[in-house]
């Protein structure tokens, strides 16, 4: 069967008001987070992710990078694999797992990190 495909541009604030990005992603079966600057802190992949939706990154991304060291959800990683839809998701679901171990998910990391990096600053 042909799966639909949608193409978010991330300048759209409407598109990604958080109702409209929840509910794409409650029906999304796969993720290509294919954004390279690191304006939002991989804000929409590490939702992705969260709620548990096999999400492709690409290697340029600084904080994906950072957060998942030699991922499989790498894009080139993928495209020399080629894995089914069913270890795609085995891959992100350990994806997850090290992204809370690191603390991704926590909603006081920034505030936790900022507070590091001033008590840092005072030394």
Same mark, same amino acid.
């Given at each position: 069967?042909?799966?639909?495909?949608?193409?978010?541009?991330?300048?759209?604030?409407? !598109?990604?008001?958080?109702? $409209?990005?929840?509910? #794409? =992603?409650?029906?999304?079966? @796969?993720? /290509?987070?294919?954004?390279?600057? &690191?304006?939002?802190?991989?804000?929409?992949?590490?939702?992705?992710?969260?709620?548990?939706?096999?999400?492709?990154? !690409?290697?340029?991304?600084? $904080?994906?990078?950072? #957060? =998942?060291?030699?991922?499989? @959800?790498? /894009?080139?990683?993928?495209?020399? &694999?080629?894995p089914e839809i069913a270890e795609l998701r085995l891959?992100?679901?350990?994806?997850?797992?090290?992204?809370?171990?690191?603390?991704?998910?926590?909603?006081?990391? #920034?505030?936790?990190?900022?507070?590091?990096?001033?008590?840092?600053?005072?030394?």
């Amino acid at each position: 069967s042909h799966l639909k495909f949608k193409v978010l541009n991330l300048g759209d604030r409407e !598109t990604l008001h958080m109702n $409209t990005w929840m509910k #794409l =992603l409650a029906n999304t079966k @796969l993720c /290509l987070y294919l954004q390279s600057q &690191d304006f939002d802190w991989a804000t929409l992949a590490l939702e992705s992710l969260y709620l548990g939706v096999p999400t492709l990154i !690409t290697d340029t991304h600084p $904080t994906l990078n950072e #957060l =998942l060291p030699h991922s499989h @959800l790498r /894009l080139s990683q993928f495209l020399l &694999d080629m894995p089914e839809i069913a270890e795609l998701r085995l891959k992100s679901q350990t994806a997850r797992v090290q992204l809370d171990a690191a603390g991704a998910f926590d909603p006081l990391g #920034l505030a936790k990190q900022y507070t590091k990096t001033y008590e840092k600053s005072l030394l």
